[in-house]
């Protein structure tokens, strides 16, 4: 098949198309407008209907309307725009409703700025809105890989009846790589749950609340086995040069991209080091993660935040290796050489931070 | 083989568009590449970069922090970004827009007098093409026809009958870093 160029942000929309994705509301802001951009034509392409709101809960809230409809359903923003959406992403959580949810994170707190950032992290993983709930989160960290995570994403709310989140940042949304756009067979179960009017049939109802307590622990117990389902069948890394590492660096998104290039330059000093690259954020490899730290002397996360994954390290760890962290904040990106002073810290026996 | 390129000048000459043609270049070469615009704040003040990365290996950062190659097509960019070409670096300024000498002494600087060139080749819009030329007759980064071969990717059909004059303009950049 054919490679063609494309901007991140293009590339997610294109993959939502072939996914069968008909539906998108959003709202722009940068670095993600060419997500929006992108859907407008191509949708009308398509026979679709892309929905310009008034605002994102505007958004967010007519895809709870599309879902609940049966839709393959799509919403878009970055970090400030998705703070906006988390009371409808609750929502989308407590009625499992299937909607993919793409946020290209930019810098923060507040309206922070429009450059690349990881510090959404606890937002996206964590639980942004109220209540017991958990997204899937998918990490890409190319182009290509904004693609095929992408379709998988609509597979995956559908299988759930829940909401998955795409977590890039505006470097993968901006750049462009070459990616493969292949025919995917798309496969929309039935959704005999969706409000699709009840001629001859019992009215579905697509709802999040249950005024009566004991009805509201019934439901969230079910979601908790659901979550518990989830979080089994859908951790994904990627290991690089780990099976001999003596140092492991944890990276996601544009850092891991940033950080192999620094082990490989470690690697050519005769530096033992790899990484672990999380691409499900939730579900996160916590056990994956701990074996391959056995055989290593120190770990080293790298994020562009204020240190947020390495929580999640630390509990995979769960205390058995230092954990040292290299970060960038506020849109700053971390660079090889960089990094690569922290791993020659970590060869010579010191930390990295401490 | 790992080129790390900036290509550096005001909106509306092109450079976006520039760099996206030599991206696509070496993705018909079969190279790993990666292209990257600024969108920040810098682009305030009416400047515009790209990044564009072609490698034999899988490329880790796409942001061009320390670029083998600048290429420099107004003032501004040329005090952005000469501080920032890896030593043993190159560097190509328009001489039609800029005054100024590079300064640096461990990277090489050629001086172009790109919208001279392309006015004598009859449009003055192939300014950036001539310096491209001159930038793939140093570092044979991709060749000239990939180039042209991108042209067709990138223009629709009814510009086709532009390609010729951008060949031309590549070829003459490329004349003109040969002979000194």
Partial sequence: ?354 | MLQEIIMAGFGGQGIMSMGQLLTYAGMLENKHVAWIPSYGPEMRGGTANCGVTISDREISSPVVFEPTAAIIMNRPSLDKFEPAVKPGGIILVNSSLIDKKVQRTDIKAYYIQANELAEELGNSRVSGMVILGALLELTKVVNFDSVEESLKKVLPEYRYNLIPLNRKALEKGAEVVRNG
């Fill in chain 1, 1 to 354: 098949m054919a490679k063609i160029l494309m901007k991140g942000n293009e590339a997610v929309g294109e993959a939502a198309v072939m996914a069968g994705c008909r539906y998108f509301f959003g709202y722009p802001i940068t670095p993600q407008s060419e997500l929006p951009h992108y859907m407008v034509k191509r949708l009308a392409e398509v026979g679709g209907v892309f929905l310009q709101a008034e605002s994102e809960i505007g958004a967010v809230n007519m895809s709870f309307g599309a879902a609940g409809s049966g839709a393959r359903v799509m919403t878009s923003s970055s970090s400030p725009g998705i703070s906006l959406k988390q009371e409808g992403i609750s929502y989308l959580a407590g009625a499992e409703l299937p909607v993919v949810i793409v946020n290209i994170m930019r810098g923060g707190p507040g309206l922070g700025n429009i450059q690349p950032t990881q510090s959404d992290y606890f937002q996206a993983t964590k639980g942004g809105g109220h209540g017991d709930y958990n997204l899937i989160v998918l990490a890409p960290a190319s182009v290509q890989e904004i693609v095929d995570l992408t379709i998988d994403a609509f597979d995956l709310a559908d299988k759930y009846r829940n909401p998955v989140m795409i977590l890039g940042d505006g470097v993968l949304g901006q750049m462009m790589e070459p990616v493969e756009i292949r025919e995917v067979q798309v496969n929309v179960p039935e959704k005999t749950w969706a409000t699709t009017g009840a001629k001859g049939r019992k009215p579905n109802l697509i709802n999040s609340l249950y005024i009566v307590a004991e009805r509201c622990e019934e439901h969230n117990l079910r979601l908790q086995a659901k979550f518990k389902q989830m979080a089994k069948d859908n951790i994904r890394y990627e290991d690089y040069l780990a099976d001999d590492a003596e140092i492991l660096l944890v990276a996601y998104g544009t850092s891991a991209r940033i950080a192999k290039g620094a082990i490989d330059r470690a690697r050519e000093q005769g530096i033992k080091v790899g990484l672990v690259r999380p691409i499900s954020l939730w579900p996160f490899p916590y056990e994956h993660l701990a074996e391959v730290a056995q055989k290593v002397k120190s770990v080293l996360v790298v994020e562009m935040s204020a240190g947020q994954m390495i929580e999640d390290v630390r509990l995979a760890l769960n205390g058995s290796k230092p954990v040292d962290f290299y970060g960038r904040l506020g849109g700053m990106l971390p660079v090889t050489s960089e990094i690569l002073r922290e791993i020659e810290k970590l060869a010579k026996g010191g930390r990295s931070n401490g």
